[in-house]
């Protein structure tokens, strides 16, 4: 992809075929800086654990992993977002770097399942898609991830970029070299689009003042 900061997207007739109302979203926030630790940002967080820790909210976040769970154990898989909940309750966020805090931040406050890219390295156009048998991709870490038939994933044009039920590729890692930095966030049954833009918008809004970046795009497909 270029900078012109248009994603080309779509979603495959096989996929609209089996899941003709789950949406997808995504936001783009460019001239970002990846810092470590940025002033105040340990502040902003603590101020967004205590509200994720309120009863009312804590319940509906947790109502919604639940629809992932659900669909993750179709597929034979572990939801990773309950540990994440878990962890993020009783410790705080944890601090890696900016990009990838703010992807814990907005999983966890809206409850959905994000991903953090650099957005300079997909190439061509991106699609929702269904897998064939046995598809493989190289997730993050290296680690080799064999595909299941029908297991939703993303792609560009050249590969397979994403597998939801097993994480993103090494590809579109973020770096502390990361300007232009790409969430997107899937929907399970159960999960509407307003939880995709809540979510979305923290990412976009924090990596905004934190990281000095400009929202681009915010969509909801």
Known sequence: MNNAFCINFSKSMKYQTRYPDLAFGF?????????????????????????????????????????????????????????????????????????????????????????????????????????????????MGQREFIVKENEIVLRDTREIVCVLCQGADEKTRVTENTENVLFYAYAVPGINEECLRDGLSIAGETMSEFGGGKIEILDIR
């Open 27 to 139: 936001t783009l926030i460019s001239g970002c800086r990846n810092h470590f630790n940025p002033p105040g940002f340990d502040q902003y967080k603590r101020k967004l654990l205590r509200k994720l820790r309120k009863h009312e909210n804590l319940e509906n976040i947790s109502g919604r992993i639940g629809c992932y769970i659900r669909f993750f154990e179709n597929f034979g898989y572990e939801c990773p977002l309950p540990g994440h909940l878990k962890r993020t309750i009783n410790s705080g966020f944890p601090r890696y770097n900016l990009m990838v805090d703010t992807h814990f931040i907005s999983e966890m406050c809206a409850g959905i399942l994000v991903a953090v890219t650099d957005y300079d390295l997909f190439e061509g156009s991106l699609t929702l898609d269904l897998a064939g048998k046995d598809e493989r991709c190289m997730g």
